[in-house]
């Protein structure tokens, strides 16, 4: 069984299909059709909920923190302890929710039908935002398409919504919604069961090792934005899964002296504070990382876990030298994070073996590292390149150099004959066009939608040509910013 609010209603759960997304749920089985299906891929937001959960602050003090997902990927089993708010949820007592009413105000909507979920950003970012600006609006609203109104009414009800806000019904019943959370808090695998489908929810890494080597043909489910396309573009059945988003244990984030120790299942907006701090270019990449919701839900283990060769994070872990602890049963390995990735789609991950956390060195002084993107679209977008440079100069000589690219090849990869052209030599403009020859040697690009291969190979030589004008002028800070 798995429990969790529908606002302040408690929804107990068992005999349910596994595969089915809290899209579905709310519209088919609640009759909650405020929810609207866009593009059943989280790509127009159209779908977008808020997902309260219990935090803890580093003093013990405890509050809500609110979220906005789309429902379209988030399987209902990834609900369990927590609380679910949807569009329906915000009118109370007859009168509209503060940012319903400025949507009203600003002439925001036009067909209606993307209203919702440009409704339910606007509250998640109102709950969030003490001191709101432009960014963080458009840091919102990036994962919202609407195809008539145009943005500038919306960001005009953004800003009189998070301006001037006042507090609602969901303040009002803060310290009764957390007593609801706590009497609920998971105290042992939950599961939701169909009969021919399944999804167990373990709490600790103990369980899920023994779990996943009891079945070991079970799908991993972390934030599901990549696993829930194969339900819902491919309709795929999962006869098993496994939701790891309920083990603390893999949604820590950790600083020791000499590295950084990220559980797999710590959602990309939770390593944002800490990969930024130590790599403002990591920082800026994760910005461009599809969109808010998508990074309110995937984590950071799954962006490495599926082993796509455009995977934004995988180039510049590689860069900077991360490695993998991979658990499976009681047995632990450390692994170089270059070496996970095999070929095209396939790891050195063994049967029942899962990333447990990934282990990011901290930064030094002497090290100058960069990342890049390059998309068809600023936000929202997927990589054509990805580009990550780090390398060591002293008194103008390149001591050493990790290269990486995505985007390049059927997985992401190092540079080797780029850094070998690299290493030992001056950094100067013929050190740099030697590295950029030698990039043909390392990569045979494919062509296709997002790229030809020509471009490809191109963009990866500028990028490189950019990162050595970058450092020799360091006022210049276009850094992630590329884009088509």
């Not at 090792?209 to 819902?232: C, I």
């Not at 995988?314 to 602890?325: C, D, N, S």
């Not at 990569?443 to 490189?464: G, I, Q, V």
Request: charged share 20%; aromatic share 6%.
């Amino acid at each position: 069984m798995i429990q969790f609010l529908l606002n302040q209603e408690l929804r107990s759960e068992h005999v349910l299909d596994p595969n089915l997304t809290v899209l579905e749920y709310l519209r088919e089985h609640l009759g909650k059709s405020g929810t609207k299906e866009g593009c059943a891929s989280g790509d127009c937001g159209a779908c977008t909920v808020v997902v309260g959960e219990l935090h803890t602050d580093a003093n013990g003090g405890e509050s809500l923190r609110y979220r906005s997902l789309n429902s379209c990927l988030t399987f209902v089993s990834s609900l369990h302890g927590k609380q679910l708010i949807s569009v329906e949820d915000l009118k109370h007592q007859g009168q509209l929710h503060s940012v319903q009413q400025a949507m009203v105000d600003c002439h925001g909507s036009q067909c209606g039908f993307c209203t919702p979920g440009f409704v339910m950003s606007l509250f998640a970012l109102q709950k969030n935002s003490e001191h709101p600006d432009a960014h963080k609006a458009h840091e919102a609203l990036a994962g919202n398409l609407c195809r008539c109104t145009g943005y500038r009414p919306i960001l005009a009800a953004a800003e009189q919504a998070c301006c001037g806000k006042q507090p609602d019904q969901f303040d009002a019943r803060q310290a009764q919604t957390i007593a609801h959370l706590k009497a609920i808090a998971p105290t042992q695998t939950g599961e939701l069961n169909s009969g021919d489908k399944r999804c167990l929810v373990p709490l600790t890494v103990a369980d899920l090792a023994e779990l996943y080597d009891a079945y070991p043909q079970a799908r991993l489910l972390a934030g599901g934005t990549d696993l829930a396309l194969e339900v819902t573009q491919f309709h795929r059945t999962l006869p098993v899964m496994i939701y790891v988003g309920n083990v603390a244990e893999l949604k820590r984030v950790e600083r020791f002296d000499d590295r950084l120790e990220i559980g797999a299942a710590t959602s990309l907006s939770d390593c944002y504070e800490a990969l930024n701090a130590e790599y403002p270019d990591f920082g800026d990449l994760l910005q461009r990382f599809a969109s808010l919701q998508i990074r309110n839900q995937g984590t950071l283990g799954g962006n490495i876990g599926n082993a796509s060769p455009i995977g934004d994070s995988p180039p510049l872990l590689i860069a900077l030298g991360a490695q993998l602890v991979l658990c499976k049963g009681q047995v632990r390995r450390t692994l170089a994070l270059e070496d996970y990735f095999i070929d095209y789609r396939v790891t050195a991950r063994q049967e029942s073996e899962f990333i447990e956390k990934i282990i990011v060195p901290r930064a030094s002084a002497e090290q100058a590292f960069r990342a890049y993107k390059v998309s068809k679209r600023l936000d929202d977008d997927i990589s054509a390149v990805c580009a990550a440079f780090n390398l060591r100069i002293d008194n103008g000589v390149v001591r050493d150099a990790r290269v990486a690219f995505g985007g390049m090849a059927a997985t992401p990869k190092r540079a080797k004959h780029c850094e070998a052209a690299l290493i030992g030599a001056q950094w100067n403009d013929s050190t740099v066009e030697r590295a950029c020859a030698a990039l043909a040697e390392d990569f045979t690009p494919l062509s296709d939608f997002r790229a030809s291969k020509e471009y490809r190979l191109l963009s990866a030589r500028n990028l490189l040509r950019k990162y050595f004008i970058e450092l020799q002028t360091p006022h210049i800070e276009t850094r992630v910013t590329a884009y088509v």
